[in-house]
């Protein structure tokens, strides 16, 4: 395992899901952790639960679709913490349904979290890694920026405009050796994809080649390997961790 001693690491969307591994996989490599999202009650009993066993976390209270909110909260945790070594832009929702019937709000808001999130939260943060000379920044895009799927033109685009900004920005900051990758989950078994029923989920099962759902850890792991320092000359890449689904 590499080890993360005297690194920070910030996580949006951390307090669930494939974020909250993520997260808890630094601290366990000893990371510093600071865990954001909205729902402080939940970042708060999960760094509670890794501070008992003797890690380093914080939580941190970020809307990433707000950037005045985000302005100062990157402001205050870098006050706090003093640098940010690793950013995972992972935060993201969904709201489904065919173009016909998707409203206004349901295109604008997916693209306000997903999308306008990871430049704000970026933004804030990138100026201290270009100044130290270091950073890792990983963002979570989907298969289906690779594949398309049907009603989900809000989700895909946002997940599409994700792979564009990070082979953008990998070009921009790779000199001040900052880099910059996407890592693209297949299904992976969260909150966002309890919605499937049985018959769909045996369908999907059938068509990835490891014949499997992937699990949180799938994720946290190859992001884990992108933040590394062994994963230094890695830049503008899109890691597949999707079973096959997609090659
Ligand atoms: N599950 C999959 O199959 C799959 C596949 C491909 C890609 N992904 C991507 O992986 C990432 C995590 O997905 P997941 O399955 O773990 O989803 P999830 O269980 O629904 O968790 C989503 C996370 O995003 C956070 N979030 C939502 N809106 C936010 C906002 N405005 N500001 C800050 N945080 C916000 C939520 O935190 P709060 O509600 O506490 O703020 C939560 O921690 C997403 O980007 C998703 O698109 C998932």
């Known amino acids: 395992?590499?080890?993360?001693?005297?690194?920070?690491a910030?996580?949006?969307?951390?307090?669930?899901?494939?974020?909250?591994?993520?997260?808890?996989?630094?601290?366990?490599?000893?990371?510093?952790?600071v865990f954001?999202?909205?729902?402080?009650?939940?970042?708060?009993?999960?760094?509670?639960?890794l501070r008992n066993g003797s890690y380093q976390a914080r939580a941190l209270v970020l809307d990433v679709s707000n950037p005045e909110q985000v302005k100062e909260a990157i402001a205050k945790v870098l006050e706090q913490v003093g640098k940010i070594d690793i950013l995972v832009n992972n935060a993201g929702i969904t709201r489904d349904s065919l173009?016909?019937?998707?409203?206004?709000?349901?295109?604008?808001?997916?693209?306000?979290?997903?999308?306008?999130?990871?430049?704000?939260?970026t933004r804030e943060i990138l100026p201290s890694m270009l100044r130290q000379r270091y950073g890792r920044i990983i963002n979570i895009t989907s298969v289906v920026a690779q594949m398309g799927n049907a009603g989900q033109v809000n989700y895909v685009s946002s997940k599409a405009g994700i792979i564009g900004f990070t082979k953008a920005l990998a070009r921009e900051v790779g000199a001040r050796n900052v880099t910059v990758n996407a890592v693209a989950p297949g299904f992976v078994e969260t909150e966002m994809t309890q919605g499937l029923d049985e018959k769909n989920r045996?369908?999907?099962?059938e068509m990835i080649p490891l014949k499997r759902i992937g699990t949180v850890e799938?994720?946290?792991f190859g992001v884990r390997f992108l933040a590394s320092k062994e994963a230094g000359?890695?830049?503008?890449?899109?890691?597949?961790?999707?079973?096959g689904m997609y090659m």
């Open 99 to 121: 173009l016909l019937r998707m409203k206004w709000e349901d295109w604008r808001e997916v693209l306000s979290v997903n999308l306008d999130g990871i430049y704000s939260v």
């Open 36 to 49: 954001a999202s909205r729902n402080l009650p939940a970042i708060e009993s999960a760094v509670e639960e």
């Open 1 to 8: 395992m590499s080890d993360f001693a005297s690194q920070v």
């Open 218 to 220: 799938d994720v946290a």
């Open 233 to 243: 000359y890695i830049t503008g890449h899109v890691l597949n961790i999707n079973g």
């Open 10 to 33: 910030l996580i949006t969307g951390a307090s669930r899901g494939i974020g909250r591994k993520i997260a808890e996989s630094f601290a366990v490599a000893g990371a510093e952790v």
């Open 202 to 205: 045996r369908q999907l099962q």
